[in-house]
């Protein structure tokens, strides 16, 4: 799922599972970080994920906030409520978890996905930078 967009297509290399694997395992490892997969009981396998990470912090009077990271659904389960259901588990789970905010960052070339996050009650409010290291 994670190489099957355009953007995903020209980062990802599903061929080698390798750095994955070991990705995998520091998420893992971690008591702030979920990785969360969906699966549909009708048909076996995952067919959408995110990872929520839970971030301790000092700004904001000492309040935690939340970042979610990777979200995908599997082509064949777009529009289909599982992606609005993945962000709800997301937003309740960072309530549950005491967090005052939770995050996103989305490619600027996304628009569907602004619009889909905008629709959650998401608002653009920041400019969002990164740095390819």
């Known amino acids: 799922m994670l190489a099957d967009d355009p953007l995903g297509a020209t980062r990802e290399n599903p061929r080698d599972l390798t750095a994955y694997e070991t990705a995998f ?7 702030n970080q979920r990785l ?20 301790p912090g000092l700004s904001r009077q000492g309040a935690s906030r939340a970042l979610i990271e990777g979200v995908r659904v599997h082509s064949d389960a777009r529009g289909t409520g599982l992606g609005s259901r993945l962000i709800e588990w997301a937003i309740e789970e960072s309530r549950r978890q005491g967090c005052a905010l939770l995050q996103l960052t989305t490619d600027a070339k996304r628009l569907d996905a602004h619009r889909f996050y905008e629709r959650l009650g998401f608002e653009a409010s920041h400019l969002g930078f990164k740095m390819a290291l």
Do not use: N, R
Request: hydrophobic share 50%; charged share 15%.
């Open 25 to 31: 395992a520091l998420i893992e490892a971690d008591p």
């Open 36 to 55: 969360v997969v969906a699966e549909y009981a009708e048909s076996p396998g995952v067919v959408g994920t995110l990872q929520l990470t839970f971030i």
